[in-house]
């Protein structure tokens, strides 16, 4: 692989692992997977296995280059802004439910 040197277009894509470092313990070649980084409209990129995350099957790679930054984005509002808490999902999908029925009424 050939690490890029100067920044360039792209935060997310998606992509077939081709290699991996001594340390890289959840991945294998041959592995498809999302990621997010820096200069990822390239034909190659060298990260960190942090950065990426298999493809669930039935994903396509057009449907998972999508998918990092939103989610990523997701969770911060949800985690860090919103200050979700343990025993919270429950709670709030109850409500939720409940506001729902009460709608459809």
Partial sequence: MVELSEPNLGL???GVV???GPGVRNLRVGDRVMLAGRSTFSS???LSELL???IPDG???IEAATMPIVYGTAIQAI???GR???GQVNRSIYAL???LNAYTL
């Fill in 84 to 86: 979700l808490e343990k």
């Fill in 59 to 61: 994903m396509s790679f």
């Fill in 18 to 20: 081709r290699g991996v």
């Fill in 52 to 54: 990426c995350a298999k």
């Fill in 12 to 14: 997310e894509a998606s």
């Fill in 79 to 81: 985690m860090n802004v």
């Fill in 44 to 46: 190659s990129i060298v």
């Fill in 97 to 99: 439910q409940r506001n």
